[in-house]
């Protein structure tokens, strides 16, 4: 294999989980990928050294400006930029390269949907980026370009979907998601200072004014029967890593405990990056920290009459970067678990 | 005044932010409350200056053992008690003792509630320490027995109880609290070491499985017009104090966020310890650090149909040891805020 | 009493911990003490239920410029303003007025070093508010200026100036200190984002170039027989609040670890805020949180042929603001512990 | 290669840390090195999914008791057993199995060291598990037996090791090494709880009392022209892993920053695992997270007259199963590096 791949937004947070995951991936150790441009917006004349001193390997490495011309030539080009940036740069850049975009641009098919919550026009619907979504995989494999899933629908869409493709529940879902700080990204502002977030817990963006929201909402609907409602809670808590959501809906009439489990198991059997725990083991985020693995937990409340999930990702991994690079693989044939850890750095 | 205070469980960390906030009492700088015996478990025979350094002004005391007579002769007992022990103690401090219970022996008014959740004998029901709830605060003025609530149940209820009197909601609640370490107590656990749970979340007793579960659901029906169902999950975040509660249910016909912020304002205007919010501002656990305050916060999610609570409070303070001092003022007819912080110790 | 205070820069976190600390002093409490002007730069214009959302009882107020007309009238002012700015206010205030300097700019008597660390010309040199150095407190009585200390100062005088003034050591002082991260202000910067502190450490301001150098090393030589050196390493840690220093320099001929203790016992067993702990027991900042404790332990590493000892504050409390209410209580002569706490917030 | 590993008190961090390094070891990936028998105390019975969540791909395997026959036939054995019990169960082994000791065991050379630190009789002297120090990656190539070095001697020794053999400094060093809590092990302890250590900074094992003192002091002898003397002050903080170790001794006579410089540069020009920072740079924990790395920094204060350096490594990896698993790769005659992370998972 000879391919090169550019990371565009490579000095935020996203961007240096991709380096950090790239620069252990076996096609990478072994020569056949090869990190080309680097590049950023205000960071750009800056040093991989002084931006990211927990990538030594590429300390010298500097950051170029973000344009079409940096990022021509590459056979991979990942994007890491705000939010309605990523069209304008994705379609200089020709129909061959493989390009995967972290930002929200290619996420949703609804345009209304897209227009609402961001105010923008909607620049289309590309592959989605969560392969364990019935049908996914098959889209994503040798796929050009990729829609790389928000941190917090995949939490949410992992836990919550085979449920709904069961049946198991009346779609009616709440969603509370507790989550480390990275997922602010790595700008200056005084309500992610570690003063400010250390040793306090708040929710933000409530009341369906999260954007992750219509993307949950939207996951669910592609597999449901019945309509979906979301009802999604996002509480920032202090640490520096990790998403643990817990979702719950109404029992479906006659559903089970074990059919839940069934459902699960079965859903999940194949999936390298998706653990259904032991009845018993909650998911804990330490677990999953710097993976790519999805821990996962079903129960039914009897006495609620709701059946309860919970998931555990590592926001900057299995919901962004590792995602990103899942879907590389498959974009270029390669084995779709190269370079991605399913051991969590605990404790 | 003339009145001396006992605690027994003092060494626990709901007995240590009892003497803390003794310490501040007005009644007790001027000498009209008098800290007495001090009594434990297995810390009898240890000085407060070697279990509990941060209150130097009580380093020399000996913790005595837990025993009826160490405890006789005080006015007000505080117990700070494993589940289960209170009543035997009780019995024998006479009725003239205010007794103010920190355990959940007498906050439940169905024994067989108690029974299934704690498997003993139930051993009845005292006033509960909630003054915020209606008609609660009668009762515990000039009261001789306290059964202080659970700190789940003190954030959840906060939340909730404005909704659900007012019939906002057809309380079917889902309700995840994120909480701090501390709640899990001061006894030797892997499971709480400081490696185990910072830069972790987890979910725990999930399911129904809490046993905070039925006192919420008990504090709720007692003002609920339409039968309550409660789903409640706790999560456990690395932070050493605080619960950061939010709750959604169905908004009930007609429901409009006007008349919920109406509901929630005419609940608490004359509170002095739990605070409305304004408007886009979500309450953080930072801010009631140390207080006795509990912050909240009220909206309504139109496309989810539900309204969402959320409310901050310290565990060990509103949560446990501050709503005791509330309750031991208010049976001793003094002013209910004495020595009671409003200020949260942030950042 | 009928005494109105004012705070500059009131909502920075030196200016929100006088005011939570004023908020809970008998003085207010009993109406003898009114909070006046608060300001700020930026803020002005906010309330301080916006910017402080920990400070209930004054959530109506609003921020007002920084400007002397704002804060002429009072009789107490506060300045928690960025280094270099004091003068020119204090001056415009009057002689009469209580002029309690949070800054920098009056702690050093030698102009030149002044001039050295922070470039602009030296202000003058004032009462200097750390009440436990031998003298300071008569200086403090009924002043009306005070140059409050640096926090790490705080923590390091007060941990080796009994040694020092003992001649107990060769006074070449190896310090490290490790600090929360409230340190560091509440200004907008991606180095003290909760995504960059979290769950690291890192040294800073390292090889003598910390501005607090120069301070320690002046507090120790006012009371050395011998000349001094001060190697100074601050840390930065995960936590909000808290400094925990530690210091060792040689022992000098014939000094034993009883000398030691006796020197520190001597020091401080009159003063209500410094407490050495007993022999085996170290300090813990948890234990001084919110307080305005200083804890010290002191011991001789006889391999080493060292003293070493350690001290743990707040550093907004004992390290600031707490130091800057001390000293307003002198200075008016009030009792000097009021509305300050002896209690840490722990756990 | 067909190689076979066990692991002894695999169900400690140590061991933990070991099986996930070489879970993404190339040599396990690719089938030519297997892992067997995973041996507890206390744990024997219970599966590494029920102890150890994180390492999914050995859910099912089981803990064996820790018995030389549980051992025997591995080509490898990694021994993370409490000090003291190591030569027992290596006597067993038989000399041609590579026996990788991560206790104290083997550690010093002189016996009588030993037997002032740990009570018990000395068991011998291995090579030394830090391959950078001069002489060492000789002896541990080929080796059958090692003994990896403690976490503080590894992050002390790296700094101050170049400074010391150069002659740079008067080797009277005061180190102070600033750790997360894992370092104190996974069993229940009421002082390494979560609520006791988070949002709390202490010293413990001061003035001479912490057992890698001898450690640190032997390895700067070895290389040291100079009598050395060692002040270690070890500090407890916040954190689940790191170290940041600050270390600081008088210049010797013209000594100056730039033949410091020159001296850290030539000793670890060549060295995967330690990075000297550019200028201006500090080490930070974070960015050693899960890698084997260790950075450091050399400076030089002036008005001190003193060297300081500062190291950052992660306990758990290069300061124990990182070091195991790059001595185990020497002794096999594999690439050191292999399976060794050089970049951390920050933020």
Redesign the interface.
């Known amino acids: 294999m000879s391919v090169t791949v550019a990371v565009a937004g490579a000095s935020g947070?996203a961007g240096?989980e991709i380096l950090?995951i790239l620069?252990?991936h076996?096609e990478y150790?072994n020569g056949g990928l090869r990190i080309g441009a680097l590049t950023g917006a205000s960071t750009a004349g800056s040093t991989v050294?002084?931006l990211?001193?927990?990538?030594?390997?590429l300390a010298d490495r500097v950051i170029a400006p973000t344009t079409a011309d940096e990022l021509a030539g590459h056979d991979v080009v990942f994007l890491g930029l705000p939010h309605g940036h990523s069209a304008a740069i994705a379609d200089q850049l020709g129909p061959d390269v493989v390009v995967i975009d972290c930002a929200a641009d290619f996420r949703l098919d609804d345009a209304g949907d897209w227009e609402r919550w961001y105010g923008s026009k909607h620049a289309g619907t590309w592959p989605y980026g969560i392969p364990e979504m019935p049908g996914n995989r098959e889209l994503l494999r040798g796929t050009k370009r990729v829609a790389v899933p928000g941190c917090f629908p995949t939490g949410a869409t992992l836990a919550l979907l085979p449920a709904v493709a069961a049946g198991l529940i009346i779609p009616?879902v709440?969603i509370?998601s507790?989550t480390?700080?990275?997922g602010?990204g790595?700008?200056?502002?005084?309500g992610?200072?570690?003063?400010?977030?250390?040793?306090?817990?708040?929710?933000?963006n409530?009341?369906?004014r999260h954007r992750h929201?219509p993307e949950i909402a939207r996951n669910l609907r592609l597999h449901s029967q019945s309509p979906v409602?979301?009802?999604?809670?996002p509480?920032l808590?202090?640490?520096?890593?990790?998403?643990?959501t817990?979702a719950?809906a109404?029992l479906a009439e006659g559903g089970t405990a074990a059919d839940a489990r069934a459902a699960y198991r079965d859903a999940y059997a194949d999936e390298p990056f998706v653990?259904l725990?032991?009845e018993g083991?909650?998911?804990?985020?330490?677990?999953?920290?710097?993976?790519n693995?999805c821990?996962v937990?079903v129960?039914?409340?009897?006495?609620?009459?709701?059946l309860?999930v919970?998931s555990?990702i590592d926001n900057l991994t299995k919901g962004t970067a590792g995602a990103a690079v899942q879907c590389m693989n498959l974009a270029l044939g390669l084995d779709e678990t190269a370079g991605l850890?399913?051991?969590?750095?605990?404790?």
């Open positions: 947070y240096g950090r620069l252990g076996p150790r050294g002084e990211m001193p927990h990538l030594p390997e009616d709440a509370v507790v480390g700080v990275s602010g790595k700008k200056a502002s005084v992610l200072l570690g003063s400010e977030t250390m040793g306090s817990l708040k929710a933000y409530t009341a369906g929201t409602t979301v009802s999604f809670t509480v808590a202090p640490l520096p890593r990790g998403i643990l817990t719950s109404p653990q725990l032991p083991t909650q998911p804990q985020t330490q677990n999953v920290l710097g993976s693995m821990q937990q129960e039914v409340d009897d006495d609620a009459g709701r309860l919970t555990a850890s399913r051991c969590g750095v605990a404790p």
